[in-house]
């Protein structure tokens, strides 16, 4: 059954209990993403395709509980106007891999103090579950987006900026000299990837297996997916 | 020669010098690890099977010190009782690869001021060379274990953790997610692995061709085996 | 047409613009370097070889600026004249590679403030591009090479140390106890390799593919030289 992303079906879904409206269906072996948006009658649930693909009837199903993301682009000349920001709506598309759904999103320029401040709003005000950071990880004299990450953060994850790079160093050797990294603040885990569409994505794709994972642990949802 | 491990042998041992007991005679190309235990005679010596294997009688012989080592549980469960700590014991049983005697176990919650304190009296009062310390290391948030060795750590070693992340995660993308560390305080080296028997050995495994070396360099005998 | 380094060559360079003396050119596919010496005649300039190879008519060519480099010899026996120090004339002669000149030379105790001095001196009033620290980077009580850059350090890039482990591991295990590092001052960039002719030489060709690149961005050379 080929599922077409911005379509919506309705289910008979008799067999997964404990469906929330919101929540995700995720089927093994494809990367469909189908959402619970609303019950019709018992076992008859309306879902909307938020990732195209082939279902077969077969597959392991998942619930997931959606993320919510928040994404900043750090660009002096973004934030000024001065050249678009492809980055970060390549982010924005591509977090919905991982059950992402974009709730905030903004383009600051590379000061660290305005990194700061936003990323203590998303976390302590909006307590986004994930955020990812573009741009500011090089070492251009203005670039401190691994300064303003370290000084909000309550814990680091050092293998997060180590496989990026590992993983990326194939494309280019000069992914050695990216800073991306990742922290933890509370509840949140914050991820910052190179400025350039091309060098997020990568770095982005690099560690999407394990996102989802790092922040079911970060919330202790662990046990209710069944993992 | 097979040499079974809890068995004792009367060797005639012409060709070495410098024994003395305690020590550990290491057979390069085969994991056996005979241990010093008295002298009987004039090149006579008994010494007992640490770890089997087969010796030829060409084999080189090292002598190596045997290494005091700690091995400490972090776990808020296994320390009420509440579940059986497997990891501890699986370390204890692999530290004789490297000639390691283990003279110190714990269990202790995840309290980083709890890990400290141990820390600091296996070091400073009961100077221990190599101290293992298992579990704590994601993202729970329990997880602490890693901000314990940083409060104690005199200098860090970041490849010792890169390479347990590299190395396992052929095993499982998640191990990018572990917080795995090597830190040293004084004269004693203190290693980190994930809490999982699986996890913690896979990651002893990754780097204990380079342990052995680690501690004889901080404790400044390399002279003395001739390295 | 082969360049035999130490000679020197009139060339009719018409195609090239922006010809500045002291600057290199760089030959795509080769490692031939040309350093521009004088200029003869409009569209004449006298070049030395600063890199023999073999250059192609067709050649694309590159013109670099040379970057002022140091090279920092950190070790006890050395600065006491009691070993020979191998490993800092062998990369002040690697630094060709990327069109280095050494500009300052020196050998220094394995004491943290001693060598906190030297750099920032050699960042701070000498405004060094780059600065190749070898030795002192291991376990040994003595070594404080890495904490030194750390008190220096306004910036940290986690990914040179990771890679030069990383990379050279296959040479020897051993590597993952290295503890090289990379870190900016200023706009200037400073490495730690190992003391070791050996291992440090290894280390700096395993990131020599970045270097020059990093030295650019730092000093915002980029477009000029139409990268």
């Keep these: 059954m080929p599922a077409y992303e911005g379509a919506a079906c309705i289910l008979r879904v008799s067999l997964l209990k404990d469906l929330e409206i919101g929540n995700l269906l995720a089927f093994a072996e494809s990367d469909v993403l189908l959402r619970i948006e609303r019950q019709h009658a018992p076992s008859q649930w309306e879902l909307s395709v938020q990732q195209s693909g082939f279902i077969s009837v077969s ?3 998942e619930t997931w509980r959606s993320l919510r993301v928040g994404v900043l682009t750090v660009s002096d000349k973004a934030s000024q106007g001065l050249r678009d920001d492809t980055a970060g ?3 924005s598309r591509a977090v919905i891999l991982i059950g992402g759904i974009v709730e905030e999103q903004s383009i600051v320029p590379d000061e660290k103090e305005t990194i700061e401040k ?3 709003h998303w976390v302590d005000q909006k307590d986004l ?3 990812l950071v573009t741009g500011g990880t090089g070492l251009s004299e203005r670039d401190v987006t691994p300064e303003a990450l370290e000084a909000v953060a309550h814990r680091k994850i050092p293998g997060i900026g ?3 790079r590992s993983r990326t160093v194939y494309y280019t050797p000069r992914s050695i000299l990216s800073r991306g ?3 933890t603040r509370g509840k949140s885990l914050i991820i910052a990837v190179p400025g350039s569409q091309k060098g997020a994505l990568e ?3 690099a560690v999407v297996p394990v996102l989802r994972h ?3 642990i970060l919330r202790d949802w662990e046990k209710e997916c069944g993992h």
Excluded: N
Aim: aromatic share 8%.
């Design 118 to 120: 936003k990323l203590r």
């Design 59 to 61: 597959s392991e199903i």
């Design 129 to 131: 579950h994930l955020i």
């Design 162 to 164: 180590e496989f990026m």
């Design 89 to 91: 709506p390549a982010l």
């Design 214 to 216: 790092g922040v079911e």
């Design 203 to 205: 770095c982005f794709e």
């Design 181 to 183: 990294l990742a922290v």
